[in-house]
């Protein structure tokens, strides 16, 4: 028996960690990791700090191979997502199959939470259901980048008694949802906030939040939209890459 544990490692900043967490990094004796190339060796090097930082045992190890990429630039965006969840899922059985013994237990570090916007547990699923010898899972629920943005910027995800949607930003571009007002919104390569910046909203946006890299603003939309366009390709020019999210609300606080 093979067990794997998909553990989420939150949004960037080692305290994040659950004791749930550290206690499932305890239990590992092999990390894989997935190398994405020298612009994103940050997002390694964290992931072997928390696990010299919380793991008490010596003896685990990592096991590297390169990540996949996605076809940029393609019309059909879900079928380019599920080709790339394919190629990963031939690296995670390959890693699987090679470099975990009968009776090991693997991990996944993922960022943030793996039930938000992250294809390791429904890849893990399908090896998992197709493997010839047994292999179970458990899925460690960790603190998302959105959850850190709200705490950075000491506001709530909804107003008093209304829902909140979270969503691409390729689904904002369609408009802001009606009987809403309240929008968290991830995925944005685009700078679509832009779009509503002629309507009375408030946005709290955050790059890299929970990092040593982490900037943070916030004010009326029509009042900081192009300081963020700035911002954020500053950023992504000076780090190769960028992670960021935030939150539009209507200042009537109405639909």
Known sequence: MKTLLIIGIGAGDPDYLTVQAIKALNRADVFFL???????????DLRKHICERFIETPGYRFVEAPCPERARGVADY??????????????FERMIGEDLADGEVGAFLVW?????????????????????EPIVYEV???ITSLQALAAKHRVCF?????????????R??????????????MLDAQDTYRLFAEQDMDIYWGAYVGTADEVLIAGRLSEVAE???????????????????YLLRRRDGQS
């Open 34 to 44: 997935m190398d994405k190339g020298a612009a994103k060796d940050s997002l390694i």
């Open 78 to 91: 879900r079928a380019s997502v599920v080709d790339l969840n394919q190629d990963k899922q031939q690296v």
């Open 112 to 132: 943030g939470d793996p039930a938000l916007y992250d294809s390791t547990l429904r890849i893990v699923e399908t090896i998992v259901a197709n493997s010839a």
């Open 140 to 142: 460690i629920p960790g």
């Open 158 to 170: 909804n107003s008093i008694g209304q829902p909140f949607q979270v969503t691409p930003a390729r």
């Open 172 to 185: 904002l571009a369609e408009g802001f949802p009606e009987q809403l007002d309240s929008v968290l919104v």
């Open 227 to 245: 300081t963020i366009q700035r911002t954020r390709a500053a950023l992504r020019e000076q780090h190769g890459w960028i992670m960021d999210s």
